[in-house]
């Protein structure tokens, strides 16, 4: 696979360890307030929390296994480069490409998102926080 266009900044093990925590934040907030029954607003903060960790999530994966992650405008940018995280790098581009497909509606609210996507959204942060975590443990 071709290398990634768009800026990229390098990044080691310890910064992977800060990105995980926050993908771990991010989604343990967003299963809480997923579970909380007011539809209308929770789902888009759980699915907006679970952009987040996505991202979060994909920056550890990279800095572990690249020793860099994408620093771009265009966060589509990080797709590429998460896509050669070792043998599931295909998967783990495909949940980030979901979650960032719902980012602006989620984080800005000018679409709802229902729960539907939510959930959907939660599952795709939690592919990608699994596969850091593997691959941190795996690293250690």
Not at 58 to 83: F, K, N, P, W, Y
Not at 92 to 98: E, S
């Amino acid at each position: 696979m071709s290398r990634p266009t768009g800026r990229t900044e390098d990044c080691n093990r310890p910064q992977a360890a800060i990105r995980l925590t926050h993908a771990r934040a991010f989604l343990e907030v967003a299963d809480l307030v997923g579970d909380v029954d007011d539809e209308l607003a929770n789902d888009n903060v759980a699915a907006a929390l679970a952009v987040l960790a996505g991202i979060a999530a994909a920056d550890a994966a990279c800095c572990l296994t690249l020793g860099e992650r994408s620093r771009g405008q265009d966060h589509r940018q990080a797709i590429q480069l998460v896509s050669q995280v070792g043998s599931d790098g295909q998967r783990l581009g495909r949940a980030l490409k979901r979650l960032l497909d719902i980012k602006d509606g989620a984080h800005y609210g000018a679409v709802y998102v229902g729960a539907k996507e939510a959930k959907e959204a939660v599952r795709s942060a939690h592919t990608l926080l699994d596969e850091a975590e593997r691959l941190f443990q795996r690293n250690s």
